[in-house]
Every structure is written in structure tokens, then in C-alpha cells.
Nanobody, 124 residues
Framework: EVQLVESGGGLVQAGGSLRLSCATSGFTFDDYGIGWFRQAPGKERKFVAAISWTGGTTYYADSVKGRFTISRDNAKNRVYLRMNSLKPGDTGVYYC?????????????????WGQGTQVTVSS
């Protein structure tokens, strides 16, 4: 069974940091590009960051560049999202998603495997 499980969310004050983790199983992790998306209440799911199957290429939404870092550990079948200098606008449910591809994918429609999400709340 293909699974992606996010963890590491929580409540943090503005300016603080969190590290999200996406644990995967049930597929050949090395063949998959992974992305992070977030969804605020009443809004559509938006791209945050993505990493290629080798980890050699990353891509970020303009709103998080310089503050967030995506990385992967292929030995542990995990992807991480380090979030620094958090702002209230970063609040939402964060999802990781996977697709068997060599590309970095930024649109949610192109991903076929999703986790259940983890809540991140940034207070002002």
C-alpha cells in the first residue's frame, strides 16, 4: 500500500521554526519527485516546495524562498521541510505528495499520491 504520512506540525509564534517530515512506504522512493503544498481554510491548495527524485533539484514558491528548505533522505524514504522565520500567512494544513517522475513538479494536479496533512498554525 502506497502511503505518505506527514508529521511535525504544531503551533508556533511568528518568527519561529518547524521541521515537517513526510514518511513514505509502498513504492520505490528513489523514483519519485516529492512536493509540499499547503491549504488555508476556505482557500485552494497551493504549492510550497518540491524536490526531484535525486534531491539535486529543488523549487520553491516565491513566498517561502529563503525561509523554507526542502530535503530528502533516500536511505530513510523521507522528505523534510524546514521552515524558518514563520509568518501568520504560513498557517494551513501542509501536505506532501508524490509522483513517479524525474522532473520537479509544482502543480497539485500532477501528483497522484497524497498524505493526510499536518496542521501548522503561526500566531502573531
Amino acid at each position: 500500500e502506497v502511503q505518505l504520512v506527514e508529521s511535525g506540525g504544531g503551533l508556533v509564534q511568528a518568527g519561529g521554526s518547524l521541521r515537517l517530515s513526510c514518511a513514505t512506504s509502498g513504492f520505490t522512493f528513489d523514483d519519485y519527485g516529492i512536493g509540499w503544498f499547503r491549504q488555508a481554510p476556505g482557500k485552494e491548495r497551493k504549492f510550497v516546495a518540491a524536490i526531484s527524485w535525486t534531491g539535486g533539484t529543488t523549487y520553491y514558491a516565491d513566498s517561502v524562498k529563503g525561509r523554507f528548505t526542502i530535503s530528502r533522505d533516500n536511505a530513510k524514504n523521507r522528505v523534510y521541510l524546514r521552515m524558518n522565520s514563520l509568518k501568520p500567512g504560513d498557517t494551513g494544513v501542509y501536505y506532501c505528495a508524490g509522483r513517479r517522475t524525474t522532473r520537479v513538479v509544482t502543480t497539485p494536479q500532477e501528483y497522484d499520491t497524497w498524505g493526510q496533512g499536518t496542521q501548522v498554525t503561526v500566531s502573531s
